[in-house]
């Protein structure tokens, strides 16, 4: 599909357009931002390694693509993305996504006033961790953007996250938002703070989101994660768990990472909780993970040609060679609504991943 010269940006430019049109959307503004976020890494050959080891993705590249569909039948097209500027490095980086937000809060007239609130908890001058701040677009039927921003709870090292996140809360009004998410999702010591996440809009829809990694976790301490929010029944995040990994009783690989939406109004308690399953690390293969996802999505009433259409989108590779296409899967919970996420890798340098 590539040739010697083709470039990050070639790539995925085509994956993004033809994801497009499989889920029946405008692409302009997709593709511009697309181009936009790749920052330094867009017009470098696929032929030479990754500019950066980039967490979003195993293979260092610096995207990720999801679908997301509500049981109702909405869906999203969204892109997980880390900027890079020409000389990548932890300061670096931070000032690149930094320079975007401010580009786009004026093309976008986007709401800044919460990520002003705590962004300097999120900016010290030598951040730590495998990155500092990462960006999702959300496109919805029109093609139309929202934004969404991820801090590392660890950017001032792991010792320090707990404090961060509680500061980032109280900044935020939500005091009783840290302490919830200790009790429910924060009891065991593999349980670590993994994203805190801000939607860079005003409408009252505007969530504040935190993420948990639940190393080695059981089904059961992810049901006890789901069950802070009240209103939803915590079984299904079982039955999602024992659809996608049957026969997985633990999760010793990637692991689950549940999380936390808190919208206005919300105090104490979330209104919503999501599961996220590495499907990747319980899979031999991409055609098993296919088959797993097609079975989750026919429980939820979604057709499930839809799944064929996304990956015919990204790749023409043989399914079976390898694992790694299908990254992870997540369901949304709330008391009325739940939808689905299916995260898809560009696998832009699979195969030439650098050793780090
Ligand atoms: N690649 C990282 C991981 O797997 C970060 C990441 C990308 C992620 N997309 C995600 C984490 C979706 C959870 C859910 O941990």
């Known amino acids: 599909m590539s040739t010697a010269d083709t470039t990050l940006g070639d790539l995925t430019r085509r994956q993004l357009h033809n994801l497009c049109r499989v889920v029946g959307m405008d692409r302009t503004d997709p593709l511009r931002l697309l181009g936009e976020v790749l920052g330094a890494a867009r017009d470098r050959p696929l032929s030479r390694p990754p500019l950066w080891p980039s967490d979003i993705a195993d293979d260092a590249t610096p995207i990720e693509y999801s679908v997301q569909v509500d049981d109702g039948g909405g869906r999203h097209l969204r892109i997980l993305a880390e900027t890079l500027p020409a000389a990548p490095g932890p300061a670096a980086n931070l000032r690149a996504a930094q320079h975007l937000v401010t580009a786009l809060a004026e093309r976008y007239d986007l709401a800044l006033d919460q990520l002003r609130a705590v962004e300097d908890l999120f900016s010290p001058e030598e951040p730590q961790g495998r990155f500092s701040w990462w960006f999702s677009f959300i496109f919805d039927a029109d093609g139309r953007p929202r934004f969404k921003i991820y801090f590392n709870p660890d950017v001032r090292g792991a010792d320090h996250a707990g404090e961060v996140v509680r500061e980032a809360f109280n900044r935020l009004g939500l005091d009783g938002a840290h302490p919830t998410v200790v009790d429910y999702a924060l009891r065991r010591e593999a349980d670590r703070l993994t994203f805190f996440a801000l939607d860079l809009d005003n409408s009252p829809q505007s969530r504040v989101k935190l993420y948990v990694s639940q190393h080695d976790a059981c089904v059961d301490d992810v049901e006890r994660a789901a069950s802070a929010v009240p209103g ?64 989750h999505l026919r429980r939820h009433r979604i057709d499930p040609a839809m799944l064929d259409e996304v990956i015919g989108a990204l790749t023409d590779r043989d399914l079976a060679a390898r694992a790694g296409l299908l990254a992870h899967v997540s369901v949304r919970l709330s008391p009325d609504q739940t939808g689905t996420t299916i995260y898809a890798s560009s696998e832009a340098y699979a195969g030439t991943a650098p050793e780090n």
């Open 232 to 295: 939803i029944d915590r079984y299904q995040v079982g039955d999602f768990c024992r659809t996608l990994a049957p026969g997985v009783e633990r999760f010793p690989g990637r692991p689950l990472v549940s999380s936390y939406s808190f919208v206005e109004g919300d105090r104490e308690k979330p209104s919503n909780y999501s599961i996220y399953l590495p499907l990747r690390d319980y899979v031999p293969d991409d055609s098993v993970a296919r088959v797993r996802v097609r079975q």
